[in-house]
T-cell receptor, first 113, second 111 residues
Framework: DVKVTQSSRYLVKRTGEKVFLECVQD?????MFWYRQDPGLGLRLIYF???????EKGDIPEGYSVSREKKERFSLILESASTNQTSMYLC????????????FGSGTQLSVL | DAKTTQPPSMDCAEGRAANLPCNHS???????VYWYRQIHSQGPQYIIH???NNETNEMASLIITEDRKSSTLILPHATLRDTAVYYC????????????FGKGTLLTVNP
């Protein structure tokens, strides 16, 4: 089975800190995604990547950046965390030929105080 | 991508079939219908997708109307573990890789 692993299940950070959320997939998938999920707003796409060193903005990229130096790893970076970035962050991956079928990690609940 | 409309919540008795509707009246010819579900405290899980024909896999069946303006996800024998939020998503195949999730339907399976 495909496994998408997110480095932390819960994370607490302070306003202004630089935050790294890490995601690793073990199925050699080309595509990787970062979503955030908030009550009443559903899942919203932040960034996605379809190849190493390639990235595309999603629907809400402001305040975030990403890094994909290796195929299996996709990092989400909050340059200066703010309280409105408190959320559940979900990473996903998919293969190029099966791009409709996303595999998700269990999520990281980030609290910014 | 076409917009979808789903009821916010539904109930189903354990062991009975759960039929989850989705309206996508503005769907275009090259748009697929996808279903995902999200069990509490987990990431979403792919269930099934289709274009025109009905589809079945080990998890569920997808029935798409002939005019493609609506679809129904069927869980033939719902269990308590099927309690989850179910998302119906419509998007084109190829190119743009992103899936846009709406608010979905909370299905509660009752004992």
């Amino acid at each position: 089975d495909v496994k998408v692993t997110q480095s932390s299940r819960y994370l607490v950070k302070r306003t202004g800190e630089k935050v790294f959320l890490e995601c690793v997939q073990d199925m050699d998938h080309e595509n990787m995604f970062w979503y955030r999920q908030d009550p009443g707003l559903g899942l919203r796409l932040i960034y996605f990547s379809y190849d190493v060193k390639m990235k595309e903005k999603g629907d809400i990229p402001e305040g975030y950046s990403v890094s994909r130096e290796k195929k299996e790893r996709f990092s989400l970076i909050l340059e200066s965390a703010s309280t409105n970035q408190t959320s559940m962050y979900l990473c996903a991956s998919s293969s190029y030929d099966g791009y409709e079928k996303l595999f998700f990690g269990s999520g990281t609940q980030l609290s910014v105080l | 991508d076409a917009k979808t409309t789903q009821p916010p919540s539904m109930d189903c008795a354990e062991g009975r079939a759960a039929n989850l509707p989705c309206n996508h009246s503005t769907i275009s010819g090259n748009e697929y219908v996808y279903w995902y579900r999200q069990i509490h405290s987990q990431g979403p899980q792919y269930i099934i997708h289709g274009l025109k024909n009905n589809e079945t896999n080990e998890m569920a069946s997808l029935i798409i109307t002939e005019d493609r303006k609506s679809s129904t996800l069927i869980l033939p024998h719902a269990t308590l573990r099927d309690t989850a939020v179910y998302y119906c998503i419509v998007r084109v195949g190829g190119g743009n890789y992103k899936l846009t999730f709406g608010k979905g339907t909370l299905l509660t399976v009752n004992p």
